[in-house]
């Protein structure tokens, strides 16, 4: 079992980055694909970005050019860096190794 939790939430503006970070405990980490999911207000979760242990990426297409994704087995985390965002990312941001969850961290974009 993998224990997750977040950082790097917060309030920005439209236009502006913030990098969340997903810190894991357990020595299968490395192994693991890692991936990101948002749930707005209203709305279902919904996939951001995974990276598998050979660090293959995948992205939504709605933030495909915008965010990154990435990993440092070494300290066991996953990143993403998120650029020009948009009032529309607004969500509460949560790291998964698929069968483990974070509690989750808020993003609050401001037009």
């Known amino acids: 079992q993998v224990h997750l939790v977040e950082s790097g939430g917060g309030l920005v503006q439209a236009g502006g980055s913030l990098r969340l970070s997903c810190a894991a405990s357990g020595r299968m980490f490395k192994i693991l694909t890692m991936a990101w999911f948002r749930q707005a207000p209203g709305k279902e979760r919904a996939f951001v970005a995974d990276i598998n242990w050979r660090r293959i990426t995948n992205y939504a297409d709605s933030v495909k050019g915008r965010f990154t994704i990435s990993r440092d087995n070494t300290n066991n985390t996953v990143d993403l860096q998120m650029n020009s965002l948009k009032p529309d990312d607004t969500a509460v941001y949560y790291c998964?190794?698929?069968?483990?969850w974070g509690q989750g961290t808020q993003v609050t974009v401001s037009s």
């Open positions: 998964t190794s698929g069968e483990n």
